[in-house]
């Protein structure tokens, strides 16, 4: 089973930019989806950007489209979330998540609003990384 390790995060004013790196170990991320998820306090956990590493289609909430991009390195692999012109109401902690699926369908749910059942169905959780959006 894949072990993921969260880091990048911090705090940026408004309209800054972060990029958040998820590395994996114990295996690569061949044939895996792999998220990106987010909660603020207070608020319910949600979806933001998912990548098929079989088919490298990518996906992502409508809070994120546009600003935001999900990418990967297989030589390091990690998989990366380039944040820009963030904005206060992107402050959370950040989650990676990843599940061994072929299937696009778990990127699919993962980023969909409202958050359906089973969005958050991936096997292995990374640690948090806290994002701060200074206004």
């Known amino acids: 089973e894949v072990q993921l390790q969260a880091s990048g995060g911090g705090l940026v004013p408004v309209g800054g930019s972060l990029r958040l790196s998820c590395a994996a170990s114990?295996?690569?991320?061949?044939?895996?989806?792999v998220g990106w998820f987010r909660q603020a306090p207070g608020k319910e956990r949600e979806g933001v950007s998912c990548i098929s590493m079989s088919y490298y289609n990518t996906y992502y909430a409508d809070s994120a489209k546009g600003r935001f991009t999900i990418s990967s390195d297989n030589a390091k692999n990690t998989v990366y979330l380039q944040m820009n012109s963030l904005k206060p109401e992107d402050t959370a902690v950040y989650y990676c998540?990843?599940?061994?699926?072929?299937?696009?369908?778990?990127?699919?749910?993962?980023?969909?609003?409202?958050?359906?059942?089973?969005?958050?169905?991936?096997?292995?959780w990374g640690q948090g990384t806290q994002v701060t959006v200074s206004s």
């Open positions: 114990g295996t690569t991320f061949d044939g895996y989806a």
């Open positions: 998540a990843a599940d061994r699926t072929l299937s696009p369908y778990r990127c699919k749910v993962a980023v969909t609003t409202p958050v359906p059942e089973g969005a958050f169905d991936f096997g292995s």
